[in-house]
Structure formats: C-alpha cells, structure tokens
C-alpha cells in the first residue's frame, strides 16, 4: 500500500504552515493578512516592488514616466503577456480593475485608499495605459493592486461578494488551485508568469492553530516553512539537523506611544491622558529614560534592529538616520535634569512633583501577550530612577484597543507593519487624520500627532517627484515627529522563519541581504525556490498508521477471545 | 445508603407494567417540563449570547482594519456592510428575528453564513468528541468498577492515582506533550489537521488517515476526562458493596464476578449514567482546547479563532450550538434516569 504522504507529496510540493484568517481570495475585498499574501502571488501590479530594496520595479508595465509634474502618469504594457487561461494581458485589464474600485465603494473595501487620488484612466491601445491624478503625486501609482481578467470578472454579476476560490485565472507566479476552508489551500505554478514559470510545483498551506504545534510538525517533516517564530521558538529550532532559521529585518516597528492629549479634527480635546505629557520635555525625558537597546537584547534576544523612529531599517533610504542631529541617546541623568527645568522637582518619596501634583502616569499592557509584559518590566524601574511613578495596567487587547481608541491612556505598547513607501504611515501623522468625533471615530491616526510644519512638509514630499529630495524631506519629518516624542520607536522585531533545508534552498529574501521570505511586499520570497534532492520525511505518518491499524487489531482480537471464554463460562446459573 | 429498594432490570419492568395507564399522563407531564425547562434555558442563552457579546469591549471593525493602509471611509464601508453602524435595539432585533430561521448573520471573517459554517464545522467536532466520549466513559467505567470492588488495593491506588493526575493536568500541556513526543519526536503521528494534505480520497485510505490524525487528540480528551467517570463509578459501586442482595448473591454459589458484574454493577450505574450524560456536554465544551492545540477542524477551532476576531456572529452562533448540545444533554440525563430509576418515576 502507498503511504498517503508519500505518493501526494512529490518533491516540487512545498508546505507552509499558516494560521491566518482567510476572508475571501477576492483582491477587491480581502482585507487579512494569509489571502493578501495569496494574492500577491495571483495576481501581478501595474508596478511591483523590487526583492532588492522594495523600490519600484517593472510589473505588467515595463516602464513609465511622468507628465504635468507628476499629475499625469503614462505606462508602457509589456507585450506578449497572457492570463493563466491563454487571454491576452492587455491596458484594458489595468483600468477595468481600477474604474471598478473608483466607482464601487465595496469594490474599493481592501485597496480603495491606493485610488482615491486617480481621476481618470485610460487605455488609449493594448499597451498604454494613462492615469490622470486630481493632485500630483510621487509615489508611483498602480502598486500593491492586483489586477484582475476583465473578460473573466466583467461576467460576474457581484464581483465584490465573489471569493474566488475556483477556477482562478491570474497573472502572477502561483495561481490558487483548491481551497478547503478548514485545511489550507493550495498554490500552483503558472507557467505563463511573464518572468517565467517557478521551480517548484506548488505551495500547499496547511492549517496550524498553534503555533507550537507548527514547530513540531517543522521537526516531523509535515511541513516545510514556518514564520513568525517567537525568540525562543527560534533559538530552540536552531541546530535542529535538517532545519535551517532565518532571521530577517521585518516591515514592523515596536513602539511605546505617549499620549501628548488628544485633539479632534476641530480641535476639541477628547481622553483622559496626564495634563503632564502634554509637556514635550515630560515625554523627551521618557524618551532618554528608556535603554531601547537593552530592551532589544534582553527581551528580543538581539533578534531585531535599533529603531529611530516610525520607518523601519528594512527600508533603509527612508529610515531616519541613526546619525541624525535629533537623536537622543540613553541618559538618565540628562532625563533628571530634563524634567527639573520643566519643574518636575524630587519630592522626598522619589517621586517628582509639580503644583502638588505628583509624576505618576499608567502604561497599559496586553496581559496575554508575555513580550509586553517583559518589556514592562524593565520599563517600571527605569522611569522610577527618573522620577516618575509608572504603574503597569494589564489588561485584555480588546478593552485596550477600546481605550486607545478614545484617547484614555498616558503610554501603550504599539506598532505597524510598513509597505515600502512611507507615504501612507506619514500620511496618519497628519492632522487631517485626526478623528472628527471625541469618540476617536473617523480617523485612523497613528498617536494622536499633529503639527502644520509636518502636514506641509507632507505635501511637499507627497509631490516630490526627485527621490533624493524626497528622501531629504522625509526624514526631516521623521526628525520632527522624533523630537515631538508622542511615540518612542522601541526596536524594528526581525521576523523569524525556519525551513527544511534538507529538502528546499534558494529563498529569495526581501530585501535581499538580509530580509524576509514570507510576508514580502513582492512575490519573490518562494520563486526560485528548488527541491534538494529526495528524502524520506513522509515516513513518520506512516508508521503512525500501521500503529493504529496493529492497535485495533490487537484489541479486536482481545474482545474475541474473550467474549469466547465467557460464552463457555455462562455455565454458572443464578 | 444501600438501605433503599435495589430495584433490578426485571423489577423496573413489572413496576412499568403495574402502573401502565397512570404512567402515560404523568410520562407526558414529566417530559413536557422537562422540555419547557430546556426551552427556557435555550431563549436565555439566545439572549445572553446577543448581549455578552455586544458587551465585549472594542470595534471589530477598528481591530480588522487596523495595520491596513486603510482610510477613515473605507472603515465606515465597512462597518456598514457589518450592520454595525444601526442602533442596538435594531440590531438585537435583526438578531432574534433571524435567530429562529438558524440564522446567524454572515461571519465576519469568512464572509459566509454563520450557520453554513458551523455545519461544516458541526461533523469533525462529533466524530472527535463522540470518539473520546466512548473510550472515556468505557474505560473510566472499567476501571471504576474493578478499583470499588477492591478498594484500597493496589489496582485501585495505581488507577485512581493516575486518573487524577492526568484529571490535574492542564489539557493544553499535556496535548502539547503528546504532539512534541509523538509528533515532532518519534513522528508517529501527524501533527495536526484531521487529514493529510492530498490523502488519499479511497474509502479505506481516507479511513486510515484520519484516523491517524484522531489518535492524539482522542488520546489527550480520554486521558484528562476519564478520571471523572471513573470516580464516579467507583464511589457508587462502593456505596451498593455491602447490601443485603450481593450476600443473597453470593450464598447462591455465584463467583465473584457474576456478583459484581450482574447484581452490583447495574445498581452502581444508575447514578452515573446521569453524571455520564451531563460530563458529555461538557466534554464537547472542553473540545476547544483540544482542537485548538491538534488544528481540527472543529467548532471548538471555530470559537478560538472566532474570538480573536473578534467575529461577533461567528461567536454567538457558537455559543448557542455549544449551550444547545449541553441543554439537550441535560434533557435526556433526565429522561433516561427516569427510565432507568422507577424511584424518580413514582415520584
């Protein structure tokens, strides 16, 4: 008898371990983090990011310039590209993609941001495509959106309910082929992808709950890749024969926000934050109370990057220099004297006193997650050897994202995964995205922050069209929104992935000396990927089998027997 | 004490026959309460389910959008294809109006009927819980009755030691255990899924795989639950040990087995088929843990990933099936005690 694992899983077959949520595979709506990665695979952008260093690079357009500074924007179609079912990719596709997500609000649910500034599209002939803006902008139009087939989704009568997990056509490396909403789902080569077909067969993501569950089944030989990997799931994989780790500058940033008093769009104050912070000095102090880089040693196990400020070192034109003039270097005793010019004055318990009012704030915690628990923990001690009481609240993510929401907190631990632009995570920096209720609705501001200097320097870099330029203004406002310290920017966490070596090489990582393979931006993390060799990891189930089949054997052989030396024995009467 | 009448298998039958016509009514009575007990239970629950979860702090909205590059406008969409931007009256209102339909809302996540979902959902968590129950109750109850009858013996303290340590142990740890040694270790078993990824579809290959895909999380359920069955055997079989009608057994010239396994045993079990009953809903309950840790694809895998959500219809539509099945547990706990116990029919 073949063995199951073995006769299903050929050598091209590679199998992920995920755990994400999986709305839909519709590239209109999906908004969770496992099926936008799908996608990204499905379907190729007008303009996709280089594995290099996340710059722009050639999509299905193989080149573009810019008309009226900026305003007008012309692509080039590559020709001769075809739709995984042998249709012709063409300009047409491009912008019945994008006219669906400029005129349906639910057509734009997962990418309707990246749009907002087209006007008009047009698809003068196969191979040109024209977007007109209603401002000029510098970030290249047309990345992260997948494109779809017009001929298939135009025959579509809802396309924004349709999921989309059967008979798919695409255009980008993998193409879904099965979809089974409690066990995972399946990717397989196209072999009409314009850069050429990948090397392995396919991808085959199978369901893990827990994550501990997943290293096992790395050990066993379940499955072949696995990320998002705690430091101490890390360590503990390293070494494991047949296992190679991989430890990569990731898109995130971990932060500690300050809450400087909250404000709506209109200026009305909402929250409940310490009158104290609203004093920049105050959260400047903190700032150089906290030793970041110990936190990153001690609680990350070194596996991360020192952070400066919202950009992560992974995109590293645009991450404010660690030699920056604005920076602030761990001192304790520059924060003590800090804090006394701002009249905070040592009281006789230790604790800093201002008008009779003592320096004592609360940093909430998420009580499930031990990370921030740890880095509580070092926090504590070190705002009292400056002189203010900090009181660490643990609570549930729910009530603590509830209460962050409405302003009521003086610090929290906080962070965001990057694309490779920094335009977005800049623009909720800005005052116009300030909520417009004293509910903290209508918003989606990062920490409150707002600054008109910062806002037009936004602008600014937004029209930018030279990089260099561009980059000199961004990290301007970086320098600015460091010095305003509404956030202390703690460490950039790497992102930890194990495979098995002993049976696939060649990971393209993002960026590529020293990134991450899964969760890229591109779609380049499995596509050169290459089988090493045969191996044996599909017998352990099997034996696993023949154990349950001898089991019930045995047993079923034990109840003969006896129910046969019973029936002799029924002798005895009552 | 072991003073009442023991009523054995045959007396129960001619106690039924004796008492015929008036049995009917007061039968119909009896299981007309029952059923309007259950009933009310099952509209507080329906109620508590809207509620409880209303009260959970946080937007949903705001949790799935967050570290998306998501404007303020496309949040509102969002919140109003959710239907979470109505009045909560209105909302309740939709709620219950659909509730009696089976009909949940659509989830969340999965953008799909909630109902559809957990009959996707329902079969897996059955097929593993049923398993377990089985084993659970048929072991705890062997072992149960052998340790009574010896009490205080050397297979009685092995037994109800071990059985209360593994009854100790946190189920998370000790399926973690199983799955490292088993799994990762010895790679006996698969370490999660109910099958393997392009298993064979054959009847007989599709048998073999998932139940190899069972053992382990079947193993880690018995071997927590079957302490509870056991204990409660043993102390009811203990209570019948000294009663007049075992020494009549026994001046019969039974063997000692016959004793036990045809005299005192069917007594010793009238407690605890009840007891066994009611800990089957709650064994269904504990399937959380269990799925959550071996990824089947359960309801109990359903709720743990409902709640990170947090998906407020996927949630309370598991929340009503899970207290459903407890409810209609309960309900035959009742009704067959009364079949078996002419005590309680009388009564």
């Known amino acids: 008898m073949a063995s199951p694992s073995e006769s299903a899983v050929s ?5 992920l371990a995920t755990s994400g949520f999986i709305d839909s595979f519709n590239p209109f709506t999906s908004i969770y983090l496992t099926p936008t990665n799908a996608l990204r695979y499905m379907y190729e952008n007008l303009v996709q990011y280089s594995a290099e260093d996340g710059s722009p690079t050639e999509g299905l357009a193989e080149s573009w310039e810019t008309e009226e500074d900026g305003a007008r924007w012309v692509y080039k179609i590559r020709e001769g590209m075809t739709w995984s079912d042998g249709e012709p990719i063409t300009a047409e596709d491009v912008k019945w993609t994008y006219d669906q997500m400029m005129e349906d609000d639910l057509m734009g649910t997962a990418n309707g941001s990246l749009v907002s500034n087209f006007e008009s599209v047009e698809a003068p002939d196969d191979t040109t495509l024209i977007i ?4 000029p902008q510098a970030p290249v139009p047309g990345q992260e959106i997948p494109v779809v087939p017009e001929h298939i989704w135009s025959e579509i009568d809802n396309p924004s309910e349709y999921p989309n997990d059967a008979d798919v056509v695409g255009s980008g490396p993998y193409i879904l082929e099965s979809y089974s909403p409690n066990e995972g789902f399946v990717l397989k080569a196209n072999p009409d992808f314009w850069r050429g077909a990948p090397s392995i067969d396919q991808l085959q993501y199978v369901y893990y709950t827990d994550n501990d569950a997943s290293i096992q089944a790395l050990r066993a030989g379940d499955i072949d890749f696995i990320s998002g990997l705690t430091p101490q799931q890390f360590s503990a994989l390293e070494g494991e024969e047949g296992i190679t780790t991989s430890s990569g500058e990731g898109r995130r940033y971990t932060s500690i926000a300050i809450n400087p008093g909250q404000v709506t769009r ?10 104290a912070l609203a004093d920049v000095e105050v959260r400047q102090a903190i700032r150089k109370g906290i030793d970041s880089q110990a936190l990153l040693d001690n609680v990350m196990d070194g596996q991360g990057v020192h952070a400066t400020s919202f950009v992560p070192a992974s995109y590293e034109t645009w991450m404010l220099p660690e030699d920056d003039p604005s920076i602030m270097e761990f001192d304790p005793e520059a924060a003590r004297t800090q804090l006394d010019e701002a009249g905070w004055t040592e009281g006789a318990d230790g604790i800093r006193e201002k008008d009779g009012e003592k320096l004592t704030l609360t940093l909430q915690i998420d009580g499930s997650d031990p990370t921030e628990q740890a880095l509580s923990e070092y926090i504590q001690p070190w705002m009292a050897d400056i002189g203010i009481d900090l009181k660490v609240e643990a609570t549930d993510s729910d009530t603590l994202s509830a209460n962050t929401t409405a302003g009521n907190y003086d610090m929290y631990f906080s962070g965001w995964s990057l694309g490779p632009d920094p335009d977005y995570q800049l623009s909720i920096n800005t005052c116009a995205n300030l909520p417009t209720d004293t509910e903290g609705n209508g918003g989606t501001t990062q920490d409150g922050y707002c600054d008109e200097e910062f806002d037009s320097l936004y602008e600014q870099q937004r029209t930018e069209l030279d990089h260099d330029a561009r980059v000199e203004l961004v990290h301007e406002m970086l320098a600015m929104n460091y010095t305003a310290s509404v956030q202390v920017a703690l460490y950039y966490p790497n992102q930890l992935e194990a495979y098995r070596s002993d049976r696939f090489e060649n990971f393209t990582k993002m960026p590529t000396d020293n990134g991450i393979i899964a969760n890229q931006s591109g779609y380049w993390g499995f596509m050169d990927v290459t089988p090493v060799g045969e191996s044996g990891s599909g017998g352990g189930s099997q034996t696993g089998l023949w154990i349950v089949i001898g089991g019930v054997v045995v047993v079923a052989a034990i109840v003969v027997v006896v129910m046969i030396s019973r029936r002799k024995k029924s002798a005895d009467i009552e | 004490m072991s003073n009442a009448v023991p009523p054995s298998t045959s007396a129960i039958q001619t106690t039924a026959q004796a008492e015929e016509p008036q049995r009917d009514s007061s039968f119909w009575r009896y299981l007309g309460a029952k059923l309007g007990g259950a009933a009310i239970s099952l509209v507080m629950v329906v109620l508590l389910g809207f509620f409880a979860f209303k009260l959970l702090p946080g937007d949903p909205v705001a949790k799935i959008a967050r570290e998306r590059p998501m404007s303020a406008e496309q949040i509102e969409t969002l919140r109003e294809q959710y239907g979470l931007n109505k009045p909560l009256f209105q909302q309740f209102f939709d709620f219950i109006g659909n509730v009696f339909t089976l ?7 999965y953008r799909r009927p909630v109902s559809e979902l957990i009959g996707q959902y329902f079969w897996p968590t059955i097929l593993l819980t049923g398993t377990a129950a089985i084993l659970a109750i048929a072991l705890g109850l062997w072992l149960g009755q052998r340790s009574a009858w010896r009490h205080g013996g050397m297979f009685d303290k092995i037994a109800s030691g071990v059985s209360l340590v593994f009854w100790s142990v946190p189920t998370f740890w000790l399926g973690l255990i199983l799955l490292m040694v088993f799994g990762g270790t010895l790679r006996w078993f698969p370490t999660g899924g109910m099958r393997s990824p392009g298993a064979p579809t054959d009847p007989l290959g599709l048998t073999l795989d ?12 018995v071997a927590v639950v079957f302490a509870q069955y056991l204990m409660v055997m043993r102390s009811s079989l203990i209570e019948e040990m ?5 020494t009549t057994a026994r001046a019969k010239g039974l063997r ?11 007594n010793a079990l009238l407690p605890t088929v009840t007891l066994v009953f009611m800990h089957i809903g709650g064994l269904i309950a504990g399937a959380v843990t269990v799925e959550t840790v071996f990824s089947w694809p359960g309801l109990g895998k359903l709720t743990f990933e409902a709640i990170q959500g947090p998906d407020l219809p ?10 459903a099945i407890i409810i209609v547990m309960n309900l035959l706990a009742d009704l067959i005690y009364r079949q078996l116990d002419p005590r309680v029919r009388r009564a």
């Open chain 1, 266 to 275: 209109d200026g009305e104050a909402y929250g409940n934050s310490s009158p």
């Open chain 2, 242 to 246: 000294n009663a007049d009608y075992l």
């Open chain 1, 132 to 135: 007109n803006l209603t401002a």
């Open chain 2, 256 to 266: 000692e087995d016959l004793v036990r396994e045809r005299h005192a045993v069917p």
């Open chain 2, 314 to 323: 996927l949630l309370q539509g598991t929340f009503v099936v899970f207290s």
């Open chain 2, 210 to 221: 998932v139940i190899a895909h069972m053992v382990l999380p079947v193993l880690t359920m």
């Open chain 1, 11 to 15: 050598a091209t077959t590679m199998r």
């Open chain 2, 103 to 109: 009909n949940f809302g659509e989830s969340y996540v």
